[in-house]
């Protein structure tokens, strides 16, 4: 039962142009969602975070936008850099459940 | 220390023996964590540990894994007689009270398992 699903498992995107990256999640009980980078042989990396009252965050050239009654999530990278290419996890939390639930990632590419 | 921190970095292992990874994390920080990410999956959840509280065992995939928290800081995460399904890259995490959920964990490199 995979709670939080992330479609698409990589993404190909020119340097200077937005990266998008989606996520879904089917548990309505879920009230914090965060974005992590990974790169190989790293641990992630925290990089925003949104909580449910909201439905849009933004950091930098990092936004999170938050879709409630779809139940669904994206990050905006604008503009995307080569040093962005990663692998991104989104993750949920239940209210005080004190533990995420990760979605499978997607492997962002940015080519120069 | 500055982050968390995890030993070892890669461990092989023959099937059937007992392995320890152990997890240092930041100081101060309340609450630990241990995930899994297998080959080309998403990371799952193993156990929690927040301060004096009983730990959350509730993602552990059977009774040949235990983990343990001394002292409210380092924690060992423990697989006994490992099966080839045991690989996958572990990770502990840790968070402060204050920080969480809204900073996220602290994530340490991990210890790469190979059961052969």
């Known amino acids: 039962d995979q709670q939080v699903k992330q479609n698409s498992p990589s993404l190909s995107v020119q340097e200077g142009r937005i990266s998008i990256l989606n996520c879904d999640y089917t548990?309505?009980?879920?009230?914090?969602f965060l974005w992590y980078k990974k790169y190989p042989a790293e641990g992630p990396t925290f990089l925003i975070s949104?909580?449910?009252?909201?439905d849009k965050n933004e950091d930098g050239r990092f936004t999170v936008f938050l879709n409630k009654s779809a139940k669904h999530l994206s990050l905006h990278i604008v503009p995307s850099q080569p040093g962005d290419s990663a692998v991104y996890f989104c993750?949920?939390?239940?209210?005080?459940?004190?533990?995420?639930?990760f979605g499978g990632g997607t492997r962002v590419l940015v080519k120069p | 220390g500055a982050g968390v921190s995890q030993s070892p970095s890669n461990k092989v292992t023959e099937k059937g023996k007992d392995v320890e990874l152990r997890c240092d994390p930041i100081s101060g920080h309340t609450a630990l964590y241990w995930y899994r990410q297998s080959l080309g999956q998403g990371l799952e959840f193993l156990i929690y540990?927040?301060?004096?509280?009983?730990?959350?065992k509730s993602g552990l995939p059977s009774d040949r894994f235990s983990a343990e928290r001394t002292g409210g800081s380092v924690s060992t995460l423990t697989i006994q007689r490992t099966q080839q399904e045991d690989s996958a890259v572990y990770l502990c995490?840790?968070?402060?009270?204050?920080?969480?959920?809204?900073?996220?964990?602290?994530f340490g490199s991990g210890t790469r398992l190979t059961v052969v």
């Open positions: 995490a840790s968070s402060s009270a204050s920080g969480y959920p809204r900073d996220g964990y602290t």
């Open positions: 949104i909580s449910s009252i909201k």
């Open positions: 540990f927040q301060g004096n509280s009983a730990p959350d």
């Open positions: 548990n309505s009980m879920f009230d914090y």
């Open positions: 993750a949920a939390e239940k209210a005080a459940g004190n533990k995420l639930t």
